[in-house]
């Protein structure tokens, strides 16, 4: 849910951050591998095309110290693991029932089996012999205890909103654990496998009380690697679970060190450097640099760049104002400038890669959509026509991030020659991810520049946040046939039913531009010449990838 929002942040999340013509002069298709996978220093180009597979880790390492780009985490609750940095070391901790394939499918983690006697019921077996880092064994009481915990009100977490049929969740056997729902829920599946179904030890987490998560207390969880210390300001540090259940997976760090620099700059020389040994969200200026030190690699995501109306009340409430702001986008110009090729211009907010399903629904109708193309004529003509349009925007962004500094930039100044009046306010790292959870933190601007991504390939787990009345639905856009549509969605199991009813949906929204979609950022990573065995996929955020992280 994000945020690199999540989004916007969204589960969709932001980088807070979700996600093809223009890549397919980069890359030749999104089952390519890269050559790119090991080595590093021998003078090699940068290579765009997706890496799928990597040499497996073979030797132990001691130590490594991976920098989170988007800064600090607040917490490290799963509760609130919707935003990039606290998901990014969670995913690494702490694990929920299910967990997922590199194809997104489902698969057994601390539940060892699921069963579905009926619609409305999941039945989940737990794995004999999990316990907690501190030796406890897992029981379906601290099942029920974290997934009720995610529902209440007071812990406000973004993940509770998947519960809105939950009947109940209870106990049924000491290693069973039974989900009814009041109706069917045809996204209820892909949340078993994100925090909203992550499980922490009931004792540890009621003692620690409010603190639970916070530097001085951490966590308790069952993941391969534990949590050892949080030096506030500089580090959090993790060491290696010997007594981790899963048998299939050998991980290979003995413990890592987490950093918080959010400088592109500075974060290039460390990496270059040897001192940092890995980073996700690598800034796209240095993918050559990289290339020559180590494994820097592109992997597919289901990532959007995109605009999103924050303030209705002014000027981005006029549906010509937003199509005067598309029209002054440079798509080609941000995707080849800013993203050196890797992310195709997108005609809709929820990108090609998260049709998990009705493919043939989805394209149909994604190219029915306007082929996004800059217009500077036409946004003069809105201008001349519309007297909002010439009125001040305040476009807000991440300040932290150089590709969307550059893209916002680059609109603003494209817009303004126009006639418009397109005003910037970067934001901080904590500036940024507070607009996804507090009102006070987006007001004085009109419209915010942010990456969003999906946690699954299913448009309908976007699309569903603009409702009325949703956590996600900041601006408080409202349209009853939209709010029809997704909730009859919301409903249907059939597949190819639930695709014609979002595509509809989808329509809507484009047209009357509450979200205005660019391109479609990649996954990115690095990590130096001597490590391999991570693959840049866009589960990185819910899935434990250090546990497969090592030497060559």
């Not at 980069?26 to 021998?42: I, K």
């Not at 880790?57 to 490594?64: G, I, L, Q, R």
């Not at 040897?274 to 020559?292: H, K, N, R, V």
């Amino acid at each position: 849910m994000h945020s690199t929002v999540a989004t916007p942040g969204s589960p969709a999340r932001t980088r807070a951050t979700t996600v093809a013509a223009a890549l397919l002069a980069v890359v030749t298709a999104a089952g390519c591998s890269s050559d790119g996978g090991g080595g590093g220093g021998d003078g090699r180009q940068f290579d765009a095309e997706i890496t799928t597979d990597v040499p497996a880790a073979t030797t132990d390492v001691e130590s490594v110290t991976w920098n989170l780009a988007s800064g600090e985490p607040p917490i490290l609750d799963p509760a609130q693991a919707a935003l990039e940095n606290i998901s990014n070391v969670v995913a690494n901790t702490c694990e929920s029932l299910m967990t997922v394939d590199e194809n997104f499918e489902l698969q057994p983690a601390l539940a060892q089996s699921l069963e579905q006697p009926d619609e409305l019921t999941y039945v989940f077996t737990l794995r004999e012999g999990a316990t907690f880092w501190n030796g406890n064994p897992v029981t379906a009481d601290d099942v029920v205890f974290s997934v009720t915990r995610i529902l209440d009100p007071a812990l406000a977490s973004p993940w509770a909103a998947w519960a809105s049929k939950l009947e109940s969740i209870t106990a049924t056997a000491e290693n069973e654990v039974t989900l009814k729902l009041t109706a069917p829920d045809p996204l209820v599946e892909g949340v078993f496998a994100l925090p909203a179904f992550t499980v922490v030890e009931r004792a540890f987490t009621e003692q620690a009380g409010p603190a639970f998560g916070t530097a001085g207390v951490g966590v308790m969880c069952t993941g391969p690697y534990e949590f050892t210390a949080w030096n506030q300001g500089q580090s959090i540090e993790l060491t290696r679970n010997e007594n981790w259940w899963n048998e299939e997976i050998d991980p290979k760090v003995q413990s890592v060190t987490f950093t918080f620099n959010t400088d592109p700059a500075a974060q290039v020389a460390s990496l270059r450097s040897g001192e940092t040994d890995g980073q996700w969200i690598i800034p796209s200026s240095a993918f050559e640099q990289l290339a020559e030190a180590g494994n820097m690699l592109i992997g597919q995501s289901l990532q959007t760049l995109f605009i999103s109306a924050i303030d209705l009340t002014g000027p981005m409430g006029d549906p010509a104002v937003a199509e005067a702001l598309a029209a002054a986008i440079d798509y080609q110009g941000i995707s080849e400038a800013v993203y050196r090729g890797t992310a195709p211009p997108l005609r809709a907010l929820v990108p090609p890669s998260a049709w998990g399903y009705a493919e043939d629904v989805y394209e149909s109708a994604y190219e029915e959509l306007p082929e996004p193309v800059q217009d500077l004529d036409r946004v003069a003509e809105l201008v001349a026509q519309t007297p909002a349009a010439s009125e001040e925007i305040v476009l807000a962004y991440l300040s932290a991030s150089d590709e969307e500094a550059r893209a916002a930039t680059a609109i603003a100044d494209a817009a303004n020659q126009a006639g418009m009046n397109i005003q910037l306010q970067p934001l901080t790292a904590p500036e940024f991810g507070a607009v996804f959870i507090s009102p006070e933190a987006r007001q004085g601007f009109d419209a915010l520049l942010a990456v969003g991504y999906l946690d699954q390939p299913e448009p309908l787990a976007y699309y569903q946040f603009f409702i009325t009345g949703s956590f996600y639905n900041f601006m408080g856009w409202s349209n009853p046939e939209y709010d029809a549509l997704i909730g009859e969605a919301l409903g249907t199991l059939d597949n190819t039913e639930r695709a014609e009813l979002v595509t509809q949906a989808q329509s809507i929204i484009h047209e009357e531009g509450i979200v205005l979609p660019i391109v479609k950022p990649a996954t990115t990573v690095y990590y130096g010449p001597e490590l391999t065995g991570v693959v840049p996929r866009q589960s990185y955020l819910y899935t434990p990838w250090l546990a497969v992280l090592g030497g060559e």
